[in-house]
């Protein structure tokens, strides 16, 4: 979403009388700058306010007003204020905890209610109390667009070469696949990542492409949501699922330029249920290696936190990093895991429904390209609106491997072990394997070589 997108939903939202507007995020400079511009536009003055510098006046950015500084002595003084604007409040929603503070809040947000004010709560977790939840209105500052990183890459080309000459090697198509890569990133991580780049470098070139997707692994290891497994590294490969690979293979065409000119989406994914130790992890890798995407693993158990909210926010920033790597494939291990408790009660606070309808809101209404495959072992925990189609392209059931699957399952494994599979009798060990799992397949050659 571009700044004009996001500046037209905060003038919407302050020309309906919202006065109170929470914006949770860590780029609190983008924050400023977003709303000094809607300021602009709706010719409404803008104060800003943190416990360092008390409130000020946005033509008085210099100017420290300490007698401000306190958290009800601010809010005191907006509700003396004669007349309408614009505050922001910096990492303010902690103050809400001490009762004078909450009741004058609540006090001057009542009266905005009435007119154009509105106070922007910013700061990386805001937990408002249950009687201000209500008034407020909630807006996700989405990841800068296209329009926001091309104005970054220009600036920052222009602001290194106030002081030295560089050199800039991109054609308009390496240009457009580096703002594509840029996708994903703040803006502060975007203007680094392409300074470093430069710096590193003493141009910017192509390579700039791959030490911004770099970057990007990077911050998905740190964190600790998602695995990652790179292209280069999947040479993992499948026996037998003799349905799957014919349907891959139609299906690959849905992420080609033909596709989307006939308005066709992408594959959105496919659901593997079945018996436990016959490749549905394994299946999941082959997909990517099959479409040479990078693999991304989402475990749901790591989606839990004990403290209210966490759990949501997790699975946002999950589908976040996810979709910053796009196109690529996102596995979710044994999902009936983590939605266990969706069909019943509210045993963990509803956090399991809400995480549960987060997560098929998103996968119907993606726009990035994210293939996603979900494996389980028992179809029967799954809730009903999961199965359902537009959720998935299609279910397989992945049952016990028959005589040909099992013959490919025993050459793939000693082939893996350097082994000549014809120095083996494997029509009589294809036989007495009847009944074997692929994973008890491997284990009992592995423990006979």
């Known amino acids: 979403m571009s700044v004009s997108s996001s500046a037209h939903d905060i003038k919407a939202l ?13 780029e609190e400079e983008r924050v400023r700058t977003l709303l000094f511009s809607v300021a602009g536009q709706v010719r409404l003055p803008f104060f800003e306010w943190s416990v360092v510098r008390g409130l000020t006046r946005a033509e008085e950015t210099e100017t420290f007003h300490r007698v401000t500084a ?13 007349i309408e604007g614009i505050f922001l409040l910096k990492d303010f929603s902690t103050h809400l905890e001490e009762a004078t503070v909450a009741r004058q809040f609540r006090d001057v947000a009542n009266r905005f209610l009435k007119s154009r004010s509105t106070i922007v709560l910013t700061g990386p977790s805001v937990c408002l109390p249950h009687e201000i939840e209500p008034i407020a209105v909630r807006y996700q500052l989405q990841l800068p667009g296209h329009e926001e990183l091309a104005r970054v890459l220009d600036h920052v080309v222009q602001s290194l070469g106030k002081t030295t000459r560089w050199d800039i090697h991109l054609t308009i198509k390496e240009r457009e696949e580096l703002l594509r890569a840029l996708q994903g990133l703040t803006l502060n991580q975007a203007r680094q990542a392409v300074a470093q780049a430069i710096l590193e470098d003493g141009k910017l070139t192509s390579l700039a492409i791959q030490k911004v997707h770099e970057r990007k692994v990077q911050a998905i290891r740190e964190g600790g949501l998602l695995e990652y497994y790179p292209v280069e590294d999947n040479r993992y490969e499948l026996g037998g699922f003799t349905g799957l ?17 006939l308005n066709l989406h992408p594959p959105r994914g496919v659901l593997l249920v079945g018996v436990q130790g016959c490749g549905k992890s394994l299946a999941a890798k082959a997909i990517a290696r099959e479409w040479k995407l990078p693999l991304l693993k ?23 990093l996810a979709e910053s790597v796009a196109p690529a494939v996102l596995w979710l291990d044994e999902i009936e895991k983590g939605l266990a408790s969706t069909g019943g009660g509210d045993g963990d606070g509803g956090v399991s429904r809400r995480i549960f309808g987060s997560f098929l809101t998103w996968l119907q209404e993606k726009k990035q390209d994210i293939f996603v495959v979900a494996t389980a072992n028992n179809l029967s925990s799954l809730p009903p ?12 059931f992945v049952d016990l491997p028959n005589e040909d699957e099992r013959h490919a399952i025993l050459k793939i494994h000693l082939a893996l072990r350097k082994q000549d599979p014809r120095a083996f009798d494997l029509t009589h060990i294809v036989s007495v394997c009847d009944g074997f799992s692929g994973a008890e397949i491997e284990q009992a050659l592995v423990g006979s070589l």
Not at 245 to 261: C, H, S
Not at 298 to 320: F, P, Q, V, W
């Open 298 to 320: 989402l475990d749901m158990a790591r989606l839990y936190d004990k403290y209210i909210g966490e759990t949501e926010k997790n699975l946002h920033k999950a589908i976040s």
């Open 245 to 261: 690979k014919q349907w891959l293979q139609r299906a690959a065409v849905g992420f080609t330029k033909e596709a989307r000119a």
């Open 385 to 396: 609106e999961l199965l359902r189609k537009g959720r998935f392209d299609e279910i397989f």
């Open 14 to 26: 302050l020309l309906s009388f919202h006065p109170v507007i929470v914006m949770e995020t860590i």
């Open 70 to 82: 306190s958290p009800l002595s601010a809010i005191q003084h907006i509700s003396q204020l004669s």
